[in-house]
């Protein structure tokens, strides 16, 4: 449990890191450009604590539990980029079915964010937890 609870931290410390330069950096350019007329201001904090919060508890189930249980933080990368595909590209393909305004660039490059993110942030969380950081 102990162990569940530091892999648990350590990858929403490093999701929540990455992911504050990324959003400011690379997916609110290209939303601002597109959407910036839906976007809230301020940010909802609330509902965006209880996803991060979600979304890094499935991470550990379908990921970062099981590579863990094989000392495999390669294993996590993978599977975490996969997710990490699956679940933005779930946001991003509706969006772009859906909303009129909603670009191919905003697919692509949120898209790409989600997978890199969930894999490293996997990765991160396995490697720490197995010792095999270095």
């Given at each position: 449990m102990t162990q569940t609870l530091i892999l648990y931290l350590v990858t929403v410390v490093v999701f929540l890191g990455l992911d504050v330069i990324g959003?400011?950096?690379?997916?609110r350019p290209v939303f601002d450009r597109h959407v910036?007329?839906?976007?809230?201001?301020p940010l909802r904090l609330g509902p965006a604590a209880v996803f991060y919060?979600?979304?890094?508890?499935g991470l550990l189930w379908f990921v970062s539990c099981p590579a863990l249980k094989d000392s495999a933080p390669l294993q996590a990368l993978v599977g975490g980029m996969i997710l990490g595909f699956l679940c933005y590209g779930t946001y991003e393909m509706t969006n772009y079915a859906t909303l009129a305004d909603w670009s191919p660039q905003q697919v692509v490059v949120d898209l790409i964010w989600g997978a890199l993110?969930?894999?490293?942030?996997?990765?991160?969380?396995?490697?720490?937890?197995?010792g095999k950081l270095a």
């Open positions: 959003i400011n950096l690379l997916i910036g007329h839906l976007l809230a201001s919060m979600a979304y890094v508890a993110l969930t894999g490293v942030s996997a990765w991160a969380g396995v490697a720490a937890v197995s």
